[in-house]
């Protein structure tokens, strides 16, 4: 794999920045899935990128930052539609007038189609920060009725919500009542940073609501650690109790939404997890002030061949240094 160094340089001013903090331990549900899912794709995650956006990083380093920045498809219609509904949102906010739902549907297709064509193009190998699909780069067999199967999802996603109640109730939302669309916040809990990033959130007169949308075709997963996660930064960051938050999930692609009230219990129950699962991660640290990883050996990786045929890594775990 060759790379342009010049375009090295072209990462963001975030990046160029890394190199000058420290990687400080903090904890999300995100990571806490990747972590429970495979150590040794956590320690990729976290840890084995650190630096590669460095002209001079280590050949190693830099094909890991670029593996971990790769989505595969089902997440980049996730992204695509999110995207679309945090401008339409942060342009409520601002009093800025909301296009036809015709013309975002039409914005937002082509932007997938120049997206596909950059990654398919493998463009992020020297532009790191431009759409990189795993299907790409692991040259997956996808056929075309796959892909299109991808945008629909995308318009359909954006004209559910568009056309729902909740966008015409948002439409009229007093200005004074937003709260955060897709800010990155946090609380800290015993001296952690916990990461949460709420899709919407506004009071009302009965208290805080917060959306988080979906676009997946459906999962088994319990989405209570997320919302508890919600719970949890809402009542320290709006000074309000539980029972005064109303948590909606609301699943764009099928057009349903669920109301959830979290209990106090289940605020302790949370807590008591996070702190479990903090200590199982920094158990495999040898500075935990300055958050230093053990060597990879110590991070397992999994042998399901369902977790590796889905890990994004997969190319360094099994072509790396080790055995």
């Given at each position: 794999?060759?790379?342009?160094?010049?375009?090295?340089?072209?990462?963001?001013?975030?990046?160029?920045?890394?190199?000058?903090?420290?990687?400080?331990?903090?904890?999300?549900?995100?990571?806490?899935?990747?972590?429970?899912?495979?150590?040794?794709?956590?320690?990729?995650?976290?840890?084995?990128?650190?630096?590669?956006?460095?002209?001079?990083?280590?050949?190693?380093?830099?094909?890991?930052?670029?593996?971990?920045?790769?989505?595969?498809?089902?997440?980049?219609?996730?992204?695509?539609?999110?995207?679309?509904?945090?401008?339409?949102?942060?342009?409520?906010?601002?009093?800025?007038?909301?296009?036809?739902?015709?013309?975002?549907?039409?914005?937002?297709?082509?932007?997938?189609?120049?997206?596909?064509?950059?990654?398919?193009?493998?463009?992020?190998?020297?532009?790191?920060?431009?759409?990189?699909?795993?299907?790409?780069?692991?040259?997956?067999?996808?056929?075309?009725?796959?892909?299109?199967?991808?945008?629909?999802?995308?318009?359909?996603?954006?004209?559910?919500?568009?056309?729902?109640?909740?966008?015409?109730?948002?439409?009229?939302?007093?200005?004074?009542?937003?709260?955060?669309?897709e800010d990155f916040s946090s609380f800290y809990?015993?001296?952690?940073?916990?990461?949460?990033?709420?899709?919407?959130?506004?009071?009302?007169?009965?208290?805080?609501?917060?959306?988080?949308?979906?676009?997946?075709?459906?999962?088994?997963?319990?989405?209570?650690?997320?919302?508890?996660?919600?719970?949890?930064?809402?009542?320290?960051?709006?000074k309000t109790r539980p029972e005064n938050i109303r948590l909606i999930e609301?699943?764009?692609?099928?057009?349903?939404?669920?109301?959830?009230?979290?209990?106090?219990?289940?605020?302790?129950?949370?807590?008591?997890?996070?702190?479990?699962?903090?200590?199982?991660?920094?158990?495999?640290?040898?500075?935990?002030?300055?958050?230093?990883?053990?060597?990879?050996?110590?991070?397992?990786?999994?042998?399901?061949?369902?977790?590796?045929?889905?890990?994004?890594?997969?190319?360094?775990?099994?072509?790396?240094?080790?055995?």
């Open positions: 794999m060759r790379y342009d160094m010049r375009q090295w340089k072209e990462t963001d001013k975030h990046e160029k920045k890394m190199n000058q903090i420290k990687n400080e331990f903090s904890w999300s549900k995100s990571r806490d899935g990747v972590f429970q899912t495979c150590p040794r794709q956590y320690y990729f995650n976290y840890y084995a990128y650190w630096g590669g956006w460095e002209k001079d990083a280590p050949e190693r380093t830099r094909q890991i930052y670029i593996l971990r920045n790769l989505k595969n498809r089902f997440m980049w219609v996730g992204e695509k539609v999110h995207d679309c509904i945090k401008h339409t949102l942060k342009n409520l906010q601002r009093d800025i007038s909301v296009l036809d739902v015709d013309q975002i549907v039409s914005i937002t297709l082509d932007q997938m189609r120049e997206d596909f064509r950059s990654s398919r193009a493998k463009r992020y190998h020297t532009f790191p920060k431009t759409c990189a699909l795993t299907e790409h780069e692991y040259e997956v067999d996808v056929q075309d009725a796959q892909w299109k199967k991808a945008a629909e999802d995308v318009e359909t996603c954006l004209r559910n919500f568009y056309s729902s109640e909740m966008f015409a109730m948002l439409k009229d939302l007093p200005s004074r009542n937003w709260l955060e669309v809990l015993d001296g952690t940073k916990i990461w949460v990033v709420i899709d919407c959130s506004f009071r009302t007169d009965k208290g805080i609501t917060i959306i988080d949308w979906k676009t997946g075709r459906g999962t088994n997963e319990d989405a209570s650690l997320q919302l508890s996660c919600y719970a949890m930064y809402g009542m320290e960051k709006w609301s699943n764009l692609l099928s057009d349903q939404s669920s109301e959830f009230l979290v209990t106090e219990g289940e605020i302790a129950n949370t807590r008591a997890y996070i702190k479990g699962s903090i200590a199982d991660m920094q158990s495999l640290l040898v500075d935990v002030e300055n958050n230093v990883p053990r060597e990879e050996a110590f991070f397992k990786k999994v042998e399901d061949d369902r977790i590796k045929d889905r890990c994004s890594f997969r190319k360094v775990c099994e072509s790396g240094p080790l055995a």
